[in-house]
């Protein structure tokens, strides 16, 4: 069976082929343009889907275009929700519909490990979430990534540029103190929340990120593993053992 998976976020459409082990074949992605998605990417979707598991948290209007492109393909669509709990991980939220897809997806795949993880994931917002090793969610933190940090200044301060600059931990020049200062309050938080949760736990969790803003923050976080596409191997592990829970779409 020819099954596709589909993380569907606020900026990039990511996608790759899962076999029937299990594994994800070769990731690839597009990022969103003038409401849509750039129309080279469909050229690199076979002309036939038998199943495709989507998880989004992006506008309805995304979502509607990746829908009726996976239906243009006679794809049986499934769409991932948060569940309370599902293959050995519990989520903290008493309100399951109110923890976004992604973060419960990357949680997902980081409790494979069978270890305590504290998960970054850096895209249009900055996430944390703690994860003991049992698999309890111990809940998590919520704030503006570094890009959307800069992207505030300058709608508020136009003179304040919205990208550039170089990193230093004490600038002379403002396009440097902006990036200095945004990435600068992101290391803040999660050094502050990888303390936090070593008080709690009473050993050091591993530190996973991932995301689109994340590469800007690993050099600066020496003790983090690099995880590029945690949500898509979660989205694979969701495919293997919610068999009838998620939703089917179109």
């Known amino acids: 069976m020819n099954t596709w998976l589909f993380d569907l976020g606020n900026t990039r459409l990511k996608f790759a082929s899962l076999d029937g082990d299990g594994r994800i074949g070769a990731v690839q992605g597009t990022s969103h343009v003038e409401g849509g998605f750039d129309p080279e990417w469909l050229e690199e979707l076979p002309a036939r889907i038998d199943v495709a598991i989507v998880a989004s948290v992006a506008s309805p209007a995304l979502r509607m275009i990746l829908l009726d492109a996976l239906a ?83 709608r508020r301060v136009a003179q304040l540029a919205p990208s550039g600059g170089d990193y230093a931990e004490f600038a002379d020049d403002t396009d440097d103190a902006l990036v200095s200062g945004c990435e600068g309050a992101a290391l803040g938080l999660v050094e502050r929340s990888l303390s936090e949760a070593t008080a709690r736990l009473g050993t050091r969790p591993r530190l996973l990120l991932h995301g689109g803003g994340g590469e800007a923050l690993r050099g600066r976080l020496p003790d983090a593993h690099w995880r590029a596409d945690l949500v898509l191997h979660g989205l694979a592990r969701w495919h293997r053992a919610s068999a009838g829970i998620a939703s089917p779409e179109g």
């Open 72 to 154: 243009a393909r006679g794809a049986q669509v499934q769409l991932a929700h948060t569940l309370p709990t599902l293959d050995g991980l519990t989520i903290a939220y008493a309100d399951p519909t109110r923890f976004g897809v992604d973060r419960f997806l990357a949680l997902l795949s980081a409790h494979a490990d069978g270890a305590p993880a504290l998960v970054v994931g850096v895209g249009t917002a900055l996430t944390v979430d703690l994860i003991d090793g049992e698999g309890r969610h111990l809940g998590g933190r919520i704030a503006p990534s570094p890009t959307l940090m800069r992207e505030a200044l300058h």
